[in-house]
């Protein structure tokens, strides 16, 4: 396989532009709904509503599993699906994903009620805080439905170009949500269970803006039916989605385990100190978490388009971004502590000093945190799911023994020291694995990101040209020259170089604004497959009659053996393939000569 060409990364980057800012958005409403929401739920009830709520947060992280390795693993089996102009399997995927969000929000309404005493005392040791956190824990199985139906629904926006929509409803959501807090806990006097039904009243509300805003927008969720035969695509889509879960779960397990740490080397004023860091983790996820929610659909609409040259620009794009995000958020929690302890109204001298320092030392983890997450969620979209469930467990358990080994040693220091320690042991290993990898796979990988080869082609091509009559003559051109160095007949190297410079005449025919379109030529043994992409409004070659087409669309048809076109996430996206013949004698003789 032999890969060559240049992609400048206009169209991917632009796409990605507008797919990050509603990303974080979004992001930034969840966290409303957990960073926010306790410094609410703090103001409103004191140290205790807030040490009950955070003693609660392991069980809202495993509902959170939930929903995201069904919103997570189904979106991006969808997204991959759309890659390879699938609609039909992709919408059996989206129709089976919440059949099974509806299922598990049920069951686990059900387990939480026939197990609940024994979970209240597991997740509350603390007797004095237990009458309360039992009241939260139930309120919280009653919201479990609505959340997991919702929020698994929410990840399919993206991937449908949709990313402004997922904002909207996340942020109204989560914004109602905290009105509600002051409505059910102040004006009601529910207490911290006020909190729990504030999130299912914001949620409801936000569904219904949902349904209304895809009406409104005409969003294309591909939906089918689905049968016995499809139940196969529900493994598939539990794992792709499984290390982005393992991930929730473990981190709901570690920080069960830490809650406990904390309450036994530091009282409440250690349960208060360490929460604190953990909502600093919130902070962090609106930019961290972003920049990986808005590569995560791009690199499956990409690996279903066999596009890993594409792959590799917006997987260095988001390491970047990360790294950026990483250090300025850590430079900001380094300098202001006092920011996040005077949010939450901490005023006892010893809590504050024992938060401050802590804030400081477990904010380092996320200079490292943040690649090694975004290093999962790409291997899970590149079917590396042993190795993307290998990072996610080593995250969420590994911290664990260094948590008890720090302790020992620091007392409750060495809680907050142990998660940056434990993750930037965790990025090395990545590191290490994927140097080790690459150096004993070099004919499959392009470098130490492990960006993959297209081995399932003769050879590829990858271009960036604007739609100016120049560049598409040189395009086309160069199809043909690449065609033939690659032993490819004349006859259809020319067929080809006639079907790449017709379809970007119509690109630019059909464009409201001049722009870019990228090129992917793929060349297999008995056909030439070329991918156009490009922004903008849809426009279907393949619509209408022949009398309403254009010559050029009919010429298309003649010369090509197959065409298909969708719109996805934004982008125009047609297929044609070209049929490689093998030439008669005469033919051979005559492709010579010219």
């Known amino acids: 396989m032999n890969e060559k060409g240049h992609k400048s990364g206009g169209i991917l980057m632009k796409k990605y532009r507008q797919y990050l800012l509603p990303s974080i958005l979004t992001s930034l409403a969840l966290a409303l709904n957990e960073f926010v929401d306790c410094m609410v739920i703090s103001n409103l009830l004191g140290n205790d509503g807030l040490a009950v709520a955070s003693l609660a947060c392991p069980v809202i992280l495993f509902i959170a599993a939930c929903y995201v390795i069904l919103g997570s693993g189904g979106s991006t089996f969808y997204a991959v699906l759309l890659g390879k102009w699938e609609s039909e399997r ?35 040791p603390d007797e004095v805080l237990r009458p309360a956190f039992s009241t939260y824990f139930h309120t919280l199985l009653y919201t479990a439905p609505i959340l997991t139906a919702m929020l698994t629904f929410v990840w399919f926006l993206p991937p449908s170009g949709a ?28 207490g911290v269970e006020g909190a729990a039904w504030a999130t299912a009243t914001g949620y409801l509300i936000g569904m219904v803006v949902m349904v209304v805003m895809i009406r409104v927008n005409k969003v294309r969720i591909a ?8 139940l196969s695509m529900a493994l598939t889509i539990l794992a792709l989605g499984s290390s982005t879960s393992a991930l929730q779960i473990c981190f709901a397990i570690k920080y069960a385990f830490s809650n406990g ?110 690649v090694c997450i975004q290093f999962m969620r790409f291997f899970q979209v590149e079917g590396k799911t042993r190795y993307a469930l290998f990072i996610s467990f080593f995250d969420g358990l590994a911290v664990m023994p260094i948590i008890l080994v720090l302790c020992g040693i620091m007392g409750i220091d060495g809680l907050f020291l142990a998660y940056p320690v434990a993750s930037l042991i965790l990025l090395i290993v990545i590191l290490a694995i994927n140097a080790v990898t690459y150096k004993k796979n070099p004919e499959q990988y392009t470098g130490v990101l492990l960006l993959q080869k297209d081995l399932g082609s003769v050879a590829s091509l990858n271009l960036t040209i604007a739609d100016k009559p120049e560049e598409i003559s040189a395009a086309s051109e160069k199809m043909i020259d690449f065609a033939r160095e690659n032993k490819v007949p004349g006859r259809q190297a020319f067929r080809l170089g006639l079907v790449c410079e017709e379809m970007a005449v119509y690109t630019q025919n059909h464009r409201k604004e001049p ?69 008669k004698p005469r033919r051979k003789k005559q492709a010579a000569e010219e």
């Not at 006892?348 to 802590?358: C, V």
């Open 223 to 230: 939906n089918e039916k689905v049968g016995f035969k499809d």
């Open 163 to 190: 990313p402004v929509v997922a904002t909207v409803v996340n942020i109204v959501s989560n914004c109602l949500n905290l009105v509600m807090d002051f409505v059910y806990i102040r004006i009601f006097g529910m």
């Open 261 to 370: 740490l904390a309450a036994s080397y530091g009282g409440r004023m250690g349960v208060v100190a360490f929460s604190l860091c953990l909502q600093t983790f919130s902070l962090a996820s609106v930019f961290l978490l972003g920049v990986a929610d808005t590569a995560q659909p791009l690199f499956a609409m990409l690996r279903g388009q066999k596009d890993y040259v594409g792959e590799g620009v917006v997987l260095r794009r988001s390491l970047s971004l990360q790294l950026i995000f990483s250090v300025v958020l850590v430079i900001l929690l380094e300098c202001f502590p006092q920011a996040v302890t005077a949010a939450y109204k901490v005023q006892d001298p010893e809590t504050l000093e024992l938060a401050l320092k802590g804030i400081r030392i477990f904010s380092l983890s996320y200079l490292f945190r943040s």
């Open 90 to 124: 992709a919408g059996k995927v989206f129709r089976m994903s919440m059949i099974m969000a509806v299922g598990t929000g049920l069951l686990l309404l059900a387990f939480g009620w026939i197990f609940g005493t024994p979970l209240v005392a597991l997740f509350c």
């Open 515 to 583: 722009g870019e379109i990228d090129l992917l030529l793929r060349i297999l043994k008995e056909e030439l497959i070329l991918n156009f992409r490009s922004i903008g409004a849809p426009f279907n070659p393949m619509q209408g009659t022949e009398e309403d087409l254009p010559e050029n669309i009919i010429l298309l048809q003649k010369t090509a053996s197959q065409i298909s076109y969708d719109y996805i996430m934004g982008m125009n996206s047609t297929r044609i393939v070209v049929a490689i013949e093998e030439e």
